[in-house]
């Protein structure tokens, strides 16, 4: 139990489905950033909210939707997505301003598009 | 920017053998670095960091890792590794959390265990 949840752990869509995928931290913090880890490439870093304000947005597309409705939750919304969006979403959660910037990583959602 | 290389993609080792990880970072200023191991199907989980002090720190599971400024280098080691040690390892380097900056991280290292 690393206090960072994410739902769902797998999920298969269409490329023409709309779904999100949800992260929830028990820790705290104030920083929650998603990750993309693709198989064979390093980890991508997607979106960083800090203090509830996204503050980096690593030219992801926009059929990828972030939401960060409180310093707990963060969302990904998915929509009309590729094949080659299939991989592994990582949700991370950081304390912003103060501390060494050590991630604490929920253990990933796992998305399929067919 | 800052950025970090890991130069071996797969490394395997018989079990009870020592093991050294090799990372190498590139950064302006002090860095923060972390190793982290991820299980398959896993998220990641923190084996160390360093951010001042001794430049010999412990992690858990045995992990250690030294930070070498000359070589800008931060590799991780075990003296004797065990077959549960398979997985893969990421290094990361970070600027100290500003709150807009995100780690960067390696492209990660897998460990294969042989009997």
């Known amino acids: ?114 | 920017a800052q950025s970090v290389t890991q130069p071996d993609i797969h490394i395997t080792v018989s079990e009870g053998a020592s093991l050294e990880l090799r990372c190498n970072y590139s950064y302006g200023a002090t860095p923060y670095l972390f190793w982290y191991v991820q299980s398959p199907g896993q998220g990641l989980q923190l084996l160390l960091k360093y951010f001042s002090g001794d430049t010999l720190v412990q992690g858990i599971k045995g992990f250690e890792a030294e930070f070498k400024r000359s070589q800008s280098s931060f590799n991780l080691r075990k003296p004797s590794v065990h077959w549960s040690d398979a997985a893969e390892y990421f290094c990361a380097v970070g600027a100290g959390d500003t709150g807009r900056r995100a780690l960067t991280f390696g492209s990660g290292t897998r460990l294969q265990v042989q009997p």
């Open chain 1, 1 to 114: 139990e690393t206090g960072v949840t994410q739902t769902p752990r797998h999920l298969v869509m269409g490329m023409t489905n709309k779904k999100s995928l949800k992260c929830e931290q028990h820790l705290g913090h104030n920083a929650m950033y998603w990750y993309k880890q693709s198989a064979k490439k390093p980890l991508e870093l997607m979106f960083v909210y800090s203090l509830e304000e996204r503050v980096e947005n690593n030219s992801v597309p926009s059929r990828f939707s972030p939401e960060c409705p409180n310093s707990s939750h963060l969302f990904l919304h998915l929509h009309t997505l590729q094949p080659e969006d299939s991989a592994l979403y990582l949700c991370a959660s950081s304390q912003a301003d103060r501390g060494t910037g050590e991630l604490f990583f929920g253990e990933g959602s796992r998305l399929t598009v067919l």
